[in-house]
Nanobody, 126 residues
Framework: QVQLVESGGGLVQPGGSLRLSCAPI????????VGWFRQPPGKAREGITC??????????YYADSVKGRFTLSSDNSKNIVSLQMTKVEFEDSAVYHC?????????????????WGTGTLVIVSP
């Protein structure tokens, strides 16, 4: 089975922090960029961040909605990409998906993806 798996979602208070992780299952993702998308309830999916490679030292992109609060990084030794969320806001509540991308050169787009995870739910609530 070839897919991505996300972990780390849950309930977090406004202003708090949460760390999401993404890992590949059944394939080598070294030649891919990786992005995160999120879909709040009843709203469209949004590409919020991406990193140009999974092996370390990649360039990153952040949407304005998360810039300065979220940090995306790759750990080649653990074969994961992590999304550190800080200063979370109610508007950050969503299902978060990671996906492999052919490139990271701006907002992640569905049309640039090859593999997806099933998502992890983040709820921001007091």
């Amino acid at each position: 089975q070839v897919q991505l798996v996300e972990s780390g979602g849950g309930l977090v208070q406004p202003g708090g922090s949460l760390r999401l992780s993404c890992a590949p299952i059944g394939f080598n993702w070294d030649r891919y960029a990786v992005g995160w998308f999120r879909q709040p309830p009843g709203k469209a999916r949004e590409g919020i961040t991406c990193i140009s490679n999974t092996t370390g030292g990649g360039t990153t992109y952040y949407a304005d909605s998360v810039k300065g609060r979220f940090t995306l990084s790759s750990d080649n030794s653990k074969n994961i990409v992590s999304l550190q969320m800080t200063k979370v806001e109610f508007e950050d509540s969503a299902v978060y998906h990671c996906a492999t991308l052919r490139r990271c050169a701006g907002p992640p787009r569905d049309t640039d993806t090859d593999h997806w995870g099933t998502g992890t739910l983040v709820i921001v609530s007091p």
